[in-house]
């Protein structure tokens, strides 16, 4: 079976669960919208619909040739799958902290903080300008450039910069709230960690 099969079975997988609870109380716990036939949030700062009986996925404003990609389409029905109602609670854990992090953390390393700091390490001041974008929040008491994201409803990730010097090259970090434990897989974490770093480094053209 191939990655997009994985991806499409797990799709197929979630939407069937999904379709045997109450999409109200579903979009509660998520910190959704129902309006009576669709659930919508906000992910990366852009509006999704969903809803029974498939729970298709689609960004509200999406035009005619795009797509929802099957990976971003899982992360959000296993977001509204895990959802418990619980909001951020404003506690960082790095992935390796995460239960399952240690294991994977080379490869979370290799897909999201290393882009992070190739891309904004040798350049102060590109992911400052490049963070609102994504309606990153500014947090300099943490990093030398640090912002948090609100990627999904109850969902914060911070990503944070420090500069090099002389003696240090740069480096980049991503942060998660710790209720992202209730909501997501520790596959699903790493997913949504790079997904927020690759979209924030595809918005720097022209900055």
């Given at each position: 079976?191939?990655?997009?099969?994985?991806?499409?079975?797990?799709?197929?997988?979630?939407?069937?669960?999904?379709?045997?609870?109450?999409?109200?109380?579903?979009?509660?716990?998520?910190?959704?919208?129902?309006?009576?036939?669709?659930?919508?949030?906000?992910f990366m700062?852009?509006?999704?619909?969903?809803?029974?009986?498939?729970?298709?996925?689609?960004?509200?404003?999406?035009?005619?040739?795009?797509?929802?990609?099957?990976?971003?389409?899982?992360?959000?029905?296993?977001?509204?799958?895990?959802?418990?109602?619980?909001?951020?609670?404003?506690?960082?854990?790095?992935?390796?902290?995460?239960?399952?992090?240690?294991?994977?953390?080379?490869?979370?390393?290799?897909?999201?903080?290393?882009?992070?700091?190739?891309?904004?390490?040798?350049?102060?001041?590109?992911?400052?300008?490049?963070a609102p974008?994504?309606?990153?929040?500014?947090?300099?008491?943490?990093?030398?450039?640090?912002?948090?994201?609100?990627?999904?409803?109850?969902?914060?990730?911070?990503?944070?910069?420090?500069?090099?010097?002389?003696?240090?090259?740069?480096?980049?970090?991503?942060?998660?709230?710790?209720?992202?434990?209730?909501?997501?897989?520790?596959?699903?974490?790493?997913?949504?960690?790079?997904?927020?770093?690759?979209?924030?480094?595809?918005?720097?053209?022209?900055?």
């Amino acid at each position: 079976m191939t990655r997009v099969d994985d991806y499409k079975n797990a799709l197929r997988l979630a939407a069937a669960e999904l379709a045997t609870l109450d999409p109200a109380k579903t979009a509660e716990k998520a910190g959704a919208n129902w309006n009576g036939s669709e659930i919508s949030l906000d992910f990366m700062a852009r509006s999704v619909i969903t809803g029974p009986p498939n729970y298709e996925v689609r960004w509200a404003d999406q035009k005619s040739e795009e797509e929802f990609s099957l990976t971003d389409g899982v992360l959000v029905l296993h977001y509204l799958l895990g959802a418990k109602g619980l909001g951020p609670s404003g506690e960082l854990v790095a992935y390796r902290q995460i239960p399952g992090g240690e294991f994977y953390f080379q490869a979370f390393h290799r897909r999201a903080e290393i882009p992070l700091t190739g891309v904004f390490g040798h350049k102060p001041g590109l992911f400052t300008r490049a963070a609102p974008l994504l309606a990153g929040q500014p947090r300099p008491d943490l990093g030398d450039e640090a912002a948090i994201f609100r990627v999904l409803p109850h969902l914060d990730i911070l990503l944070l910069l420090r500069h090099g010097d002389e003696e240090f090259e740069p480096d980049g970090q991503v942060l998660f709230d710790k209720t992202i434990v209730h909501y997501l897989n520790i596959e699903d974490v790493a997913w949504l960690g790079s997904a927020l770093v690759y979209r924030l480094m595809g918005l720097t053209k022209g900055l």
